[in-house]
């Protein structure tokens, strides 16, 4: 049962060869068997669990039907959940009930969808490995020796172990993407604007987006579905219609203009990555795919600036976490600054506070000209070179990484090792545009990523072309051994 994709799962409750409560059961039991080994979850949510999918059985029975009506799913934590703990990772959240539902996760309830609990990440979603969660580091069900990407690790090990078909993640310079690419899945970070970022606690507001995470193009499509959409409690949330993603997943890709960045296959590249992306451009060639060498010039440019912008962000986005309104409070304070002190300096991670340090320093009178803005005026360039990419193309497709999972710990003690690793993901995000990876091959057993960008508000035409290489191709379908 576990094997089964979105789409399966909505086949099978429609045909009434089981329930949700059974499918319910069935998985609560696998995580409860199995995640002690990936410490993919922060909490479980059984009995909202059991009680969702027996409404969503109920609702069945009276005639109602959808593709997410009693799927099992589990949230990242930072995704705001009523009356749940949402820690955003962190141990100044442990103590946090959300009092409210993010918009995301109202949606996917609205539509029937059956939340089995939330899922570790990064700290504050700060990190491209899971290792700087206060609950402790995620293992990659593909090698338990290396990480599963970040931040949304524990959301990518759970579905690629098969605990569940699903989860929610965001992406702010790829972590949505990058986990998928670690683990042999498929996600989706949509056009900013798509998913409402209401109740998803903010890392860098103009970067972060909601998306799916998933074993296949077809069950991101299900996914986002019930993600998207206008939201009038997000001020940036974009009112736009929003298609039916399912319906385009097998149009023709004969004649579709891939245009493949030149500076994508520079030195940094591993080359057995450069050889199984050569491979999956073959393969798309195949279905009649066109492909065009293109120019991304201010790529290298992008994670300095990058990690300018989101680290200022960050830094104003966190001084809300004072001690005083909730979270979590020092003990016995002397006064109101020793309060902010010891709650900031005891609550949040060295990661976390390296990043409000850095954006602090960057926005700051003196400074913020030479950093800030120089940042935001490269933020453009790297946005008018895609501009003047999708001129040609319709499709820009790449790496995900530039390297496979690496070793638990291996790069702890050198941050700006681990930045280097987003050079392929953060650009989509700097732009606002939509991206995708999906499953291309393996390194030495570990799972290699390929990334597909599309214009803006097209999430239909990523997932069209990811759905048509995995009808040719069965990367996708490949289980980590021992789950
Ligand atoms: N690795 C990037 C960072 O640490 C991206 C994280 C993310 O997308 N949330 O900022």
């Known amino acids: 049962m576990h094997q089964m994709t979105l789409a399966e799962i909505a086949r099978g409750l429609a045909d009434k060869k089981f329930s949700s409560e059974e499918l319910t059961k069935v998985l609560l039991a696998r995580i409860a068997q199995l995640d002690p080994q990936l410490n993919s979850f922060i909490s479980l949510t059984e009995d909202l669990a059991l009680q969702q999918a027996k409404a969503a059985d109920a609702r069945r029975a009276n005639g109602e039907s959808g593709a997410l009506l009693g799927a099992p799913i589990a949230h990242k934590d930072l995704f705001c959940t009523q009356g749940i703990r949402t820690s955003c990772g962190s141990k100044m959240l442990d103590n946090f009930k959300a009092p409210y539902d993010a918009t995301v996760v109202a949606k996917l309830a609205a539509a029937g969808a059956?939340?089995?609990?939330?899922?570790?990440?990064?700290?504050?979603?700060?990190?491209s490995a899971n290792e700087s969660s206060y609950y402790g580091a995620v293992k990659n069900p593909w090698n338990l020796e290396h990480v599963p990407g970040g931040s949304s690790g524990g959301s990518a090990a759970a579905v690629a172990a098969r605990l569940l078909p699903a989860a929610t993640a965001t992406d702010t310079g790829g972590s949505i993407r990058q986990p998928a690419a670690f683990t042999n899945l498929t996600g989706l970070k949509p056009t900013y604007g798509r998913v409402s970022r209401w109740g998803m606690i903010a890392y860098a507001s103009s970067l972060d987006q909601g998306g799916p995470l998933a074993r296949t193009a077809e069950?991101?499509?299900?996914?986002?579905?019930?993600?998207?959409?206008?939201?009038?409690?997000?001020?940036?949330?974009?009112?736009?219609?929003?298609?039916?993603?399912?319906?385009?997943?097998?149009?023709?890709?004969?004649?579709?203009?891939?245009?493949?960045p030149k500076e994508y296959f520079s030195a940094g590249l591993d080359p057995r990555i450069a050889e199984l992306i050569h491979n999956s451009i073959k393969a798309l060639e195949k279905l009649g795919a066109v492909i065009k060498e293109i120019s991304l010039p201010n790529m290298q440019h992008a994670i300095p600036a990058y990690y300018v912008i989101a680290p200022a962000e960050a830094s104003s986005n966190l001084s809300r976490f004072d001690g005083v309104r909730f979270g979590y409070r020092c003990e016995e304070p002397k006064n109101l600054i020793d309060l902010y002190k010891r709650s900031r300096g005891e609550g949040f991670g060295p990661e976390v506070?390296?990043?409000?340090?850095?954006?602090?320093?960057?926005?700051?009178?003196?400074?913020?000209?030479?950093?800030?803005?120089?940042?935001?005026?490269i933020r453009r360039l790297v946005k008018n070179d895609f501009m003047a990419a999708f001129n040609e193309v319709d499709i820009i497709l790449g790496p995900t990484t530039p390297n496979p999972a690496?070793?638990?710990?291996?790069?702890n003690s050198d941050p700006v090792a681990a930045y280097l690793e987003d050079v392929y993901t953060i650009t989509a995000n700097l732009a606002g545009l939509p991206g995708l990876s999906m499953p291309a091959g393996f390194v030495d057993g570990l799972p290699v990523g390929v990334q597909l960008l599309a214009p803006y508000f097209q999430e239909g035409r990523l997932l069209n072309v990811a759905h048509q290489y995995q009808l040719n191709t069965d990367w996708h379908t490949r289980t980590p051994t021992g789950f």
């Open 114 to 127: 059956v939340t089995l609990g939330k899922t570790n990440m990064d700290e504050f979603a700060m990190g």
């Open 219 to 260: 069950d991101c499509a299900i996914l986002l579905q019930g993600m998207a959409g206008f939201d009038a409690n997000d001020s940036t949330s974009i009112d736009e219609p929003v298609p039916d993603y399912s319906a385009s997943l097998n149009s023709s890709l004969q004649g579709l203009r891939i245009g493949v």
């Open 353 to 377: 506070q390296r990043r409000i340090m850095v954006g602090a320093y960057a926005l700051s009178a003196g400074y913020y000209d030479a950093y800030y803005l120089k940042a935001q005026k």
């Open 406 to 411: 690496w070793k638990l710990g291996a790069k």
